[in-house]
């Protein structure tokens, strides 16, 4: 029963911290030469809209996310549009998509490099050139819509990783 007991526990807090990577993260999404500032685990949901295609018929077209940041549980900041990760001591970065690898199922989005292109404020976030996205859980939504112009949002959980160079 102690080991039981002993499991459940290490189950609780490999789920409830960020995880990294147990393997090298694929070529695609590495920052070699880079150290980590800040490690935060997200929850929110990835928002979408129903658009007309290049072939006119009506599909979900992703549109932002929406995200608390956590460390241990406690609320550090916010993940939206830009994209753009806001740090409660309001530092802020904006960044774009340099490389992607799939995520772990056929419904987690993809695991993400992106690359900073504005700071905003000063503190943790301030020295950050990358952000990798990594860990992913859910988010996907495919498949035909029925109204152009509706929205529908799916849960996802993610790692987020800021470096640094050097």
């Known amino acids: 029963m102690t080991t039981l007991k002993s499991l459940a526990f290490a189950v609780l807090v490999l789920t409830s911290t960020p995880a990294f990577a147990a393997d090298p993260l694929p070529d695609a999404i590495a920052a070699p ?58 530092s802020a970065v904006a960044a774009k998509a340099a490389g992607n690898a799939p995520g772990t199922t056929a419904g987690d989005i993809p695991w993400l490099k992106l690359e900073v292109t504005t700071h905003r404020g000063s503190g943790v976030l301030s020295p950050v050139t990358t952000v ?35």
Do not use: M
């Open 33 to 90: 030469g880079e150290s980590i500032v800040l490690s935060v685990h997200a929850e929110g949901a990835q928002v979408y809209e129903c658009k007309a295609g290049t072939d006119g018929k009506l599909a979900w077209a992703f549109r932002e996310p929406i995200a608390t940041l956590l460390v241990e549980g406690k609320t550090i900041g916010r993940h939206y549009a830009g994209p753009n990760w806001e740090h409660a001591d309001g």
């Open 132 to 166: 990798q996205r990594i860990n992913t859980r859910g988010g996907k939504l495919d498949g035909a819509c029925d109204k152009a112009g509706d929205f529908k949002s799916a849960p996802y959980s993610a790692d987020y990783v800021f470096l640094k160079k050097g």
